[in-house]
C-alpha cells in the first residue's frame, strides 16, 4: 500500500467515527433522518470545495444511477442513526462494519484473508460478551 492509500484509509476512517461521534450528541435533536440530512449537507459542502464534482456531460442514464445510489445511501444512513438510538456507539458501528467485512472476505482469494477475517469476528465477539456482562 502506497503512503497516499494509506493516508486516505485513515483519514476515512478518522471521518467515519469522528462523525458518528458528533451524530450520536445530535441525534436526540435532530433525530435520524435530520441527522442524515446534515452529515450529507457537510460532505456535499466539503466535496464541493476540495474536488469540484464534474456535473456537466452525464448521460441521463448515469444521473438515474447516481440518485439511486444516493437513495441506497441515504436509506442506509438513517438506519443506522436509528440504531444509534437504541444500540451503544461501538456495537452498531461493528454491526455496520460486519457487512462490507464479509463482501471483502467473500470476493478474496487469498487465505491470508481468511486469518484477518476470523481475526475480526473474535473482536466481535469479544466485544458483545464484553457488553453483556456490563449489561450494556
Not at 437513495?71 to 462490507?100: K, R
Not at 491470508?112 to 465477539?125: E, N, R, S, T
Request: charge should be positive; aromatic fraction near 10%; hydrophobic fraction near 60%.
Amino acid at each position: 500500500m502506497t503512503l497516499r492509500g494509506f493516508s486516505l484509509v485513515m483519514i476515512s476512517i478518522v471521518s467515519v467515527q469522528f462523525g458518528a461521534a458528533i451524530a450520536k450528541e445530535i441525534i436526540d435533536i435532530a433525530g435520524p433522518i435530520g441527522t442524515v440530512f446534515y452529515r450529507v449537507a457537510f460532505a456535499a459542502l466539503l466535496l464541493c470545495a476540495f474536488v469540484r464534482p464534474q456535473v456537466r456531460g452525464r448521460a441521463r442514464e448515469d444521473w438515474g444511477y447516481i440518485a439511486a445510489f444516493g437513495l441506497v445511501l441515504a436509506g442506509m444512513n438513517v438506519c443506522y442513526y436509528a440504531a444509534l438510538q437504541h444500540l451503544p456507539i461501538g456495537v452498531t458501528v461493528t454491526i455496520e462494519f460486519t457487512g462490507p467485512l464479509a463482501v471483502a472476505v467473500l470476493g478474496s482469494r487469498r487465505r491470508i484473508d481468511i486469518f484477518w477475517a476470523l481475526l475480526a469476528a473474535v473482536g466481535l465477539v469479544l466485544l458483545l460478551a464484553g457488553l453483556a456482562i456490563v449489561g450494556g
